[in-house]
């Protein structure tokens, strides 16, 4: 029983991702991540410490790529602005 509730969440965002309206994968994602946080709360009685703990931990990880792409971008745009791309390319 415990197995099937701890495949739960990934069971939703398949279905979420699959189905004929799908819905996008931050949404669908995101929902999976809630019912799982809310199952280690209260179906697993996890430390709620380790919980958190594993939530920020999640959130620190996703925002390392994500700042890294952010300056490639804000990078490009000062290069395009400036005309330094015309330069690389002559």
Known sequence: MLVALAALPLVLVIVLMTKPRPWSAHAA???GAGT???LQLTVFAADGAAVHAALIAGAIAAL???TIVAGAIILFK???SGGALDTMRA
Request: without cysteine.
């Open 64 to 66: 390392t790529p994500l």
């Open 78 to 80: 000062v290069m395009a």
């Open 29 to 31: 994602l995101g929902l």
């Open 36 to 38: 799982m946080y809310l």
